[in-house]
């Protein structure tokens, strides 16, 4: 076996360093001031080496200031040079202090008053950020490009959005979703438990055909099971928001796709694993279900298909 001798091992740091050097390069962070929010907010944007001579879909995210820790550039660059995967351009909306009020559900706030700034945060998104963003740079205007993701409680954020104005986007991807959100608390012994805000969402919504969604979930998201039927509460408050949107009319599996990762857990670390899995179903050029892509058995599909 060949051992690294010393002028190898001052190549692979040299290596290193460039690799690093070309991931940095990647990602850029900037400011934008939101006359509807009030304050200045940062977005990290970062694209393949010839964005500019393409009008590219779009895939933004919540929570982007967790950019760093789920190692996205690395992720990026590896989407951006996969020749099964489309070109695109990549946006995160880094958020602070304000972020229990701005995610949630533009309808209204939960029971605690939570959300109460989703409304102003979904038109500044609509009205203010993505017409920079298409002013700024250059940017599909096909609606079907446009891809919102976002984890938790920025899943809850990006799914509301999508679901309720498919006019700007194609899709939504929310991992490990906080569709416990809630405008009362929970009454025990309520089986439908209709006051998880987001299927009367989905209920008095329209069916949009070309909308699409992705959602994840990880077996050990959590261990709370409030009604006590032996399946936690992220896996059922999503496996409900599948019924649901079931019954609207969109397909599952088809216009739905849900991962669930065997001892996932809710953490940067298990939705950084699946984020590739996500980028590949929206901007693949052919779909090929993961192995992750496993349809649990107790989720019910119209016509009985499984």
Not at 25 to 36: A, D, E, G, M, P
Not at 133 to 157: A, P
Request: proline share 4%.
């Amino acid at each position: 076996m060949r051992t690294i001798s010393f002028s190898d091992s001052l190549l692979l740091q040299l290596l290193r360093k460039i690799m690093h050097s070309d991931l940095k390069s990647l990602s850029h962070r900037q400011t934008f001031y939101s006359r509807i929010l009030d304050r200045k907010l940062t977005f990290i944007w970062s694209a393949p080496e010839h964005y500019k001579d393409m009008a590219l879909p779009v895939l933004l995210m919540n929570d982007a200031q967790d950019f760093l820790a789920m190692r996205l550039s690395h992720t990026l660059y590896n989407a951006f040079n996969d020749p099964g995967i489309k070109p695109f351009f990549y946006v995160g909306i880094e958020t602070n202090r304000h972020r229990l009020q701005d995610y949630g559900v533009a309808s209204g706030p939960d029971f605690k008053g939570r959300g109460a700034n989703a409304r102003s945060y979904t038109q500044f998104m609509l009205r203010e950020f993505i017409p920079f963003l298409k002013k700024e740079f250059n940017l599909s205007s096909e609606t079907g490009d446009w891809v919102y993701c976002g984890m938790s409680l920025g899943g809850l954020s990006a799914f509301d959005i999508v679901y309720g104005h498919p006019d700007h986007f194609g899709k939504a991807a929310v991992f490990s979703g906080s569709f416990w959100w809630r405008n009362k608390a929970y009454q025990k012994n309520d089986r439908e438990d209709r006051s998880r805000m987001i299927l009367n969402i989905i209920k008095n919504g329209t069916y949009h055909p070309h909308l699409a969604f992705w959602f994840q979930c990880g077996t050990r998201d959590e261990t709370a099971d409030r009604n006590k039927n032996g399946i936690i509460d992220s896996i059922e408050d999503t496996q409900d928001v599948i019924r649901e949107l079931q019954e609207k009319g969109y397909s599952y599996p088809g216009d739905i796709i849900y991962v669930e990762i065997e001892g996932g857990k809710h953490d940067l670390s298990t939705w950084a694993s699946v984020f590739p899995a996500m980028i590949r179903w929206a901007f693949g050029k052919t779909h090929n279900e993961s192995q992750d892509d496993r349809l649990p058995d107790d989720i019910p599909i119209k016509g009985g298909q499984k």
